[in-house]
């Protein structure tokens, strides 16, 4: 079966995502919910998670599990997507505001390429 182009974007999105996570993870601490243990390796560990989705979702072989476990990974980070969306509120900033809103209705396309994926897509 060959790739859709949703799930080739969703690959990118987590190819690039997961290596800032890896590279500059001090970029993601202040996103982080304090109920959730251990940010920095939290976030290593997404940022390693990342980048082995995109590669399970460009594999046939491996793209109906990758599409399921980018379901999780998404609903499991959604958290700190809404944290950030709400401290945004506490800052003068509007582009953060406006970065940090955009964020929370983007995760849906995601959700919905992670779901097509795991029908092969």
Same mark, same amino acid.
């Given at each position: 079966?060959?790739?859709? *182009? *949703? #799930?080739?974007?969703?690959?990118? !999105? &987590?190819?690039?995502?997961? #290596? !800032?996570? /890896? ?7 202040? !996103?982080? =919910? *304090?109920?959730? =243990? ?19 979702? /460009? %594999?046939? @072989? ?6 399921? %476990? ?6 499991? +980070? ?9 401290? *945004? #509120?506490? #800052?003068?900033?509007?582009? &953060?505001? +406006?970065?940090? &809103?955009?964020?929370?209705? /983007? @995760?849906? =396309?995601? /959700?919905?390429?992670?779901? %097509? ?5």
């Amino acid at each position: 079966m060959t790739i859709s *182009s *949703s #799930t080739k974007v969703l690959a990118g !999105i &987590f190819a690039v995502s997961g #290596t !800032i996570h /890896l590279a500059k993870p001090d970029v993601y601490e202040q !996103i982080m =919910p *304090s109920w959730v =243990p251990r940010h920095r390796e939290v976030i290593l560990g997404s940022g390693v998670a990342e980048i082995g989705l995109a590669a399970g979702l /460009l %594999a046939p @072989q491996t793209r109906e599990l990758a599409g399921w %476990a980018s379901i999780a990974l998404l609903l499991g +980070v959604y958290p700190a997507n809404v944290k950030m969306a709400m401290d *945004s #509120t506490k #800052t003068r900033n509007p582009g &953060f505001k +406006v970065a940090a &809103f955009g964020r929370l209705p /983007l @995760q849906w =396309p995601m /959700l919905k390429a992670a779901y %097509a994926a795991t029908r092969g897509a």
